[in-house]
């Protein structure tokens, strides 16, 4: 069984940067997404970002412009670079691996952003 294993979480100030990163333990086979979530203390698990197998990236609005998402097919990996980091984008940020036959979760990495 593929697992995640997520890294980079921290505090930050508004207005800070911070870059999550998502690595698998094995080869990812039919591949269809990799993606990032978010949860917040009372909150649903909402889509942060999205990469397609192909390319393509789907963001959410309070976040485009801020956030870039792109991996490393080589090394399994995929990565949030959060920029001009808001206190509202305070979450367990998570990553998300789908492939055709299964939809794996990484155990979550806390971000902060507080003065």
């Known amino acids: 069984q593929v697992q995640l294993v997520e890294s980079g979480g921290g505090l930050v100030q508004p207005g800070g940067l911070l870059r999550l990163s998502c690595a698998a333990s094995?080869?990812?086979?039919?591949?269809?997404?990799m993606a990032w979530y978010r949860q917040s203390p009372g909150k649903q698990r909402e889509l942060v970002a999205r990469m397609y197998n192909g390319g393509k990236q789907d963001y959410a609005d309070h976040v485009k412009g801020r956030f870039t998402i792109s991996t490393d097919n080589a090394k399994n990996s995929v990565y949030l670079q959060m920029n001009s980091l808001k206190p509202e984008d305070t979450a367990v940020y998570y990553c998300n691996v789908r492939t055709w036959t299964s939809n794996l979760w990484g155990q979550g990495t806390q971000v902060t952003v507080s003065s």
């Open positions: 094995g080869m990812i086979f039919s591949l269809y997404s």
